[in-house]
T-cell receptor, first 114, second 114 residues
Framework: AQSVSQHNHHVILSEAASLELGCNYS??????LFWYVQYPGQHLQLLLK??????LVKGIKGFEAEFIKSKFSFNLRKPSVQWSDTAEYFC????????????FGQGTTLQVKP | KAGVTQTPRYLIKTRGQQVTLSCSPI?????VSWYQQTPGQGLQFLFE???????NKGNFPGRFSGRQFSNSRSEMNVSTLELGDSALYLC?????????????FGPGTRLLVL
């Protein structure tokens, strides 16, 4: 079955630390990849997406992600986190054979200490 | 442009009752998807509608159903509620149902079943 795995369930960082959240998926075909963020009390918002082309994609608020096809990975990075980045982060995959259906990872809760 | 709106935002029901949740997509968006979010199972796909037709369905029992109207608004219905149906129900809309579409999420309806 298609699945998405986020290895880090809870991450605690100090402000200015670098962030990398892992995401791996199990699907052999073409995929579209997303990272969504859910700030406390707010709805899911799109951080960035990858459809094709340059495997390094940049999103909002200084986030970026790299698609490594050989590793079935789409890791999220930020060089320097801020307290306002405290949120839950979800990796999602849309296998091209299933239009509209997003398969989500379990989410990673990021806590940034001021 | 207004985002995805969902009504009601909060709902308390008792076991055995049924419930109807409503979703209004972003203006111009014709595809609507529904997801269930729980602490244990995370975000799970329920179904997807485009042009009043269900295009995709997740692995949920038949008690979960939905429909889409000609103005793209969508409703989902859960009959014979069970305690385990307590969850945040999220609606997402996209311009169309293509594989390279981005889904934008609403704030959700939080359902509590007693």
């Amino acid at each position: 079955a298609q699945s998405v795995s986020q290895h880090n369930h809870h991450v605690i960082l100090s402000e200015a630390a670098s962030l990398e959240l892992g995401c791996n998926y199990s699907y052999g075909g073409t995929v579209n990849l997303f990272w969504y963020v859910q700030y406390p009390g707010q709805h899911l918002q799109l951080l960035l997406k990858y459809f094709s082309g340059d495997p390094l994609v940049k999103g909002i608020k200084g986030f970026e992600a790299e698609f490594i096809k050989s590793k079935f990975s789409f890791n999220l990075r930020k060089p320097s986190v801020q307290w306002s980045d405290t949120a839950e982060y979800f990796c999602a995959v849309n296998p091209s054979s299933n239009t509209g259906k997003l398969i989500f990872g379990q989410g990673t809760t990021l806590q940034v200490k001021p | 442009k207004a985002g995805v709106t969902q009504t009601p935002r909060y709902l308390i029901k008792t076991r055995g009752q049924q419930v109807t949740l409503s979703c209004s997509p972003i203006s111009g968006h014709r595809s609507v998807s529904w997801y269930q979010q729980t602490p244990g199972q995370g975000l799970q796909f329920l179904f997807e509608y485009f042009s009043e037709t269900q295009r995709n369905k997740g692995n949920f029992p038949g008690r979960f159903s939905g429909r889409q109207f000609s103005n793209s608004r969508s409703e989902m219905n859960v009959s014979t509620l069970e305690l385990g149906d307590s969850a945040l129900y999220l609606c997402a809309s996209s311009l169309s149902a293509g594989v390279k579409e981005t889904q934008y999420f609403g704030p959700g309806t939080r359902l509590l079943v007693l």
